[in-house]
């Protein structure tokens, strides 16, 4: 219920890639993005991005913003540096979960990544499609931010009294 920022999506990308040393598989950079706007989201009541969400096979992916990570590819999977970063473009509490999110799984690679985003309950509400071949795309039910995973990823088991403000926030 957000409107969408494309400066905050290309910087979001920019904050991973250079964590990354300049070059980053773009599905790395956008499962980072991902958990970021899923745990700005239930700590603070509203996304980072505030892009469009939908369920993929690989798990859950932020539409707009990978398409800003395709065009800006280096080779056929790597995204590099867009442009310098604009930390100015964030908040603290933006800027406090990017670096939340990129040291809990910045050593993971993009398959370890698309395995933690199956555990996720907004993606799991669509497994059965994807595993049955019935659709490519779903689009993500944006209360499923706020369940906890069944299993604990440490950084998302927070406490239901904020899940409960937090989602009443954002809804």
Request: hydrophobic fraction near 35%.
């Amino acid at each position: 219920m957000y409107k969408f920022s494309k400066l905050k999506a290309v910087q979001a990308i920019n904050f991973f890639v250079k964590k990354e040393g300049g070059r980053c598989s773009y599905m790395k950079v956008i499962k980072l993005v991902s958990l970021s706007d899923r745990l700005h989201l239930q700590k603070y009541g509203r996304p980072i991005t505030g892009d469009k969400y939908y369920a993929l096979k690989h798990g859950i992916v932020p539409s707009t913003t990978l398409d800003i990570a395709k065009v800006n590819s280096l080779g056929r999977y790597d995204v590099g540096f867009i442009d310098e970063i604009d930390s100015k473009q964030f908040s603290k509490t933006d800027l406090e979960v990017l670096e939340a999110i990129y040291e809990e799984f910045g050593k993971l690679n993009q398959f370890e990544l698309r395995d933690i985003s199956h555990k996720l309950p907004e993606w799991i509400r669509h497994k059965e499609h994807f595993e049955a071949g019935k659709e490519t795309r779903r689009k993500v039910v944006e209360k499923d931010f706020f369940k906890k995973p069944e299993e604990d990823l440490g950084i998302f088991q927070i406490e239901d009294e904020l899940l409960d403000i937090t989602k009443e926030l954002y809804l």
